[in-house]
């Protein structure tokens, strides 16, 4: 395997292990090419699925069990059993959208209670095997968090970079708690992560998902979900959209299975943002070629806080390749639909809920059909936000009227 630039009009290839953040030849991202597998669909169909019951930790793992369309050769894995998240039904989150068979898959019951466990496994195994002895990344809560935590296990130093004043106190307290280095920076999360990359001397191994192996991880969660799909894919993916990261990574995992032969049909992204941090939605709605950065993003949902996505470039190509698309949705409607996602008993932060907001929005504009197979992809735990919740009590009293 190797690292390849994102964009297939440049055909820059680099050492899988070079630590560049951006192709050399034109500054796209970069990539790991995954070199062609030899076994056939049905040998990995039948191998991922008897790893299930081996308590080896690469197998115990739901992202190192699809380790064949992964990096390798590293001696030691940063693992902590991170994926194996259910796909779960929401009954009357279904019927409150209008749709008659939606999943959530629940990446929020991951070990640090969100999908970026699943990069970061990952991302901290190559950061040790380069010989890193420090990982930083900037985030809104969550990356901090996953990242603190791989970095403890792995002896690592872990230097995270937060919006003052813009993350959950959950999510600062998970941070923390793993024993990282916190910077808060007076502004939002796309100047502190401009800051960080500022101060990077090469000591520091960076973590952000523009990191191509974080991605690799990320991409596992779709693999997981059509194994339990038994490898029939649903019409549609919802996915919440910040920096793009995870849109990016889940249209490589169906770009890789559809050549491996173990996809048939990709199904539709639908890529959702927050009203208030929309700079992908309002490229796509214009048509416009180049994003245009939102300037001072505002939303309740604050993981999804983000003005200038950095991976658009692949998120555009992913969206474009399942004939998706992608929409926003208002913090009004986010907070209902985390209210109904709570009355099915599963929970979630508000940018999670932002998938459920957005199926009934399609499904009432018809633009879903009631008998689409949807999965709407829930990133984050409902203690990560718990502020969140008690602020929207009053919501909470009023659900009966909702149901109505
Ligand atoms: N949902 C949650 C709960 C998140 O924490 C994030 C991103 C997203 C969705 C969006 O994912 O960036 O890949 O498009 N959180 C990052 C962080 C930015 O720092 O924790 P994306």
């Given at each position: 395997?190797?690292?390849?630039c994102?964009n297939p009009e440049?055909a ?9 953040l951006a192709?050399?030849a034109?500054?796209?991202l970069l990539e790991?090419?995954v070199d062609?597998?030899a076994?056939?669909p049905g ?7 008897q ?5 080896a ?14 990096p ?10 991170e ?6 039904q929401g009954?009357?989150?279904a019927e409150?959208a209008?749709?008659?068979?939606l999943?959530?898959?629940?990446l929020g019951w991951?070990?640090?209670g969100c999908?970026k466990?699943l ?5 901290v195994?190559?950061?040790r095997?380069?010989g890193?002895?420090?990982v930083?990344?900037a985030?809104?809560?969550?990356t ?10 792995a002896g690592?130093?872990a ?8 993350v ?7 941070a923390?708690?793993f024993g990282a ?6 502004g939002?999360f796309?100047l502190a992560?401009?800051r960080?990359?500022q101060?990077l ?5 960076f973590l ?5 192996f974080?991605l690799?991880?990320q991409?596992t969660?779709?693999?997981?979900m059509?194994?339990?799909f ?5 019409d ?8 793009l990261?995870?849109?990016s990574?889940f ?6 299975l ?10 539709r992204f ?9 700079p992908?939605a309002?490229?796509w709605?214009s048509?416009a ?15 999804i806080?983000?003005g200038?996505?950095?991976?658009w470039?692949k998120?555009l ?9 992608v929409m926003d949705v208002?913090?009004e ?7 109904m996602i ?6 979630c932060?508000p940018?999670s809920?932002t998938?459920l907001a957005a ?5 009432a504009?018809g633009?879903?059909d009631?008998?689409a197979v949807?999965?709407?992809?829930l ?11 008690i602020q929207?009590q009053r919501?909470?009293?009023s ?6």
């Open positions: 395997m190797n690292l390849r994102s440049c820059t290839t680099l050492d899988l292990h070079d630590r560049a192709c050399p034109c500054t796209d790991v090419a062609r597998v076994n056939t040998d990995l169909k039948r191998m991922w699925l790893r299930r019951s081996s308590y930790p690469l197998d115990a793992s739901g992202v190192w069990r699809f380790r064949e369309f992964l390798g050769g590293y001696a030691e894995i940063v693992t902590m059993a994926g194996n998240t259910p796909l779960v009954k009357r989150a409150w209008g749709v008659r068979h999943s959530f898959k629940h991951n070990p640090t999908f466990d990069g970061m496994t990952v991302g195994t190559e950061a095997f380069v890193a002895k420090a930083g990344c985030s809104t809560g969550n901090a968090a996953s990242l603190a935590a791989y970095a403890a296990r690592l130093t230097k995270v970079y937060l919006p003052a004043g813009q959950s106190q959950n999510k600062l307290a998970q923390l708690d280095e916190v910077v808060q920076v007076d939002s796309d992560l401009d960080l990359l101060t001397n090469g000591k520091i191994y952000n998902s523009i990191n191509p974080r690799e991880g991409k969660a779709m693999f997981e059509l194994e339990q038994e490898w029939q894919a649903p549609y993916v919802i996915v919440p959209g910040g920096n990261g995870n849109t990574a249209g490589k995992a169906f770009a890789e559809q050549a491996a032969g173990l996809l048939e049909k990709v199904p639908v890529v959702v943002q927050a009203e208030g941090a929309n992908f309002r490229m709605r048509g070629s180049d994003l245009e950065a939102v300037e001072n993003p505002e939303t309740a949902a604050t993981a806080r983000i200038n996505p950095r991976s470039r998120a190509r992913a969206v474009q390749h399942s004939n998706g698309f208002t913090d409607e986010i907070a209902e639909a985390k209210v709570g009355r099915d008993g599963i929970g932060e940018a809920a998938t199926v009934r929005k399609l499904s504009r633009q879903i009631r008998d949807v999965v709407a992809i990133t984050g735990h409902a203690l990560k936000d718990t502020d969140f919740i929207s919501l909470h009293e659900v009966s009227g909702l149901n109505s």
